[in-house]
């Protein structure tokens, strides 16, 4: 039979079994190990001139021998998984997103390819306070980081592949854990999390004015605070009832006969 891409061994299993699908079979782990993949997929693919081009970046490599769009994209996924510690508890020693775990597994597989490929970095920030930098070394990533990304995305998808749980979940797991040292970096970024962003949609809108000639165009922008969030939807929900109603009242006026009018 064909050979085991990990071990070279003739494949024997383990298979899903009847009935079974990916869900039922890996259970709770299922979507963030799906997640991981597809995230690793993308860095991956991210080193690909062709695949780069259908996304439009026609850039040539430059430092490091890759391209920016390459470099940032690495660099912001190992961010992620530094950042995503806020949502592993402690206490309870789970993850609570699917996203985050799959993030910070990635950072770890970085981490254990060594070479400098990424380094995770304690210093002062501006404000005197404990901060966080991360350093990823561009020259390394279409070495070092390719030929790592590239054995674990092998791992990932030849155990889901065989339905191999026992394999699948022992390696994700232990990925997944947080040491000591890592539950001291949460806490650095735990002290700088910032409020959640707010978007914060403006309104533009016709001004008010009998003659409809010296009507303006009026753009109403909001606080990025939950009550400019409220305002900003009670004002466009009033221009679209408005809207609405004067619609209404042209086809009740197109459709009602003149002796109806009198």
């Avoid at 860095?43 to 001139?49: A, V």
């Avoid at 992620?80 to 020693?93: H, I, V």
């Amino acid at each position: 039979g064909a050979a085991h891409p990990l071990t070279g061994e003739p494949i024997t299993g383990p298979f899903y079994a009847p009935g079974t699908t990916w869900d039922s079979t890996f259970g709770k782990i299922a979507s963030t190990y799906e997640e991981c993949r597809a995230e690793c997929s993308g860095l991956y693919l991210s080193l690909e001139e062709e695949v780069l081009k259908v996304f439009g970046h026609e850039e040539m490599a430059s430092e490091g021998n890759v391209t920016d769009v390459t470099y940032i994209n690495w660099l912001l996924m190992a961010r992620a998984g530094l950042t995503g510690l806020e949502f592993y508890t402690p206490e309870t020693k789970g993850w609570r997103q699917a996203h985050m775990q799959a993030r910070y597994v990635i950072l770890r597989v970085m981490l254990e390819a060594g070479e400098g490929l990424v380094e995770l970095k304690q210093i002062e920030g501006a404000d005197g306070k404990p901060d966080l930098e991360v350093l990823l070394a561009r020259d390394k990533i279409s070495t070092v980081g390719k030929e790592t990304i590239g054995a674990f995305l092998l791992k990932l998808q030849v155990h889901k592949s065989l339905g191999d749980l026992s394999a699948g979940s022992t390696m994700y797991n232990r990925y997944s854990e947080v040491p000591e040292e890592m539950i001291a970096l949460r806490e650095i970024v735990m002290a700088r999390k910032e409020p959640r962003k707010l978007l914060i949609q403006p309104h533009m809108h016709a001004s008010e004015s009998a003659d409809s000639a010296d009507r303006k165009v009026e753009l109403q922008t909001f606080a990025s605070t939950p009550t400019g969030m409220i305002e900003s939807f009670v004002a466009v929900r009033k221009a679209i009832l408005g809207a609405s109603s004067r619609h209404n009242a042209m086809r009740v006026a197109a459709v009602t006969p003149p002796s109806a009018c009198a």
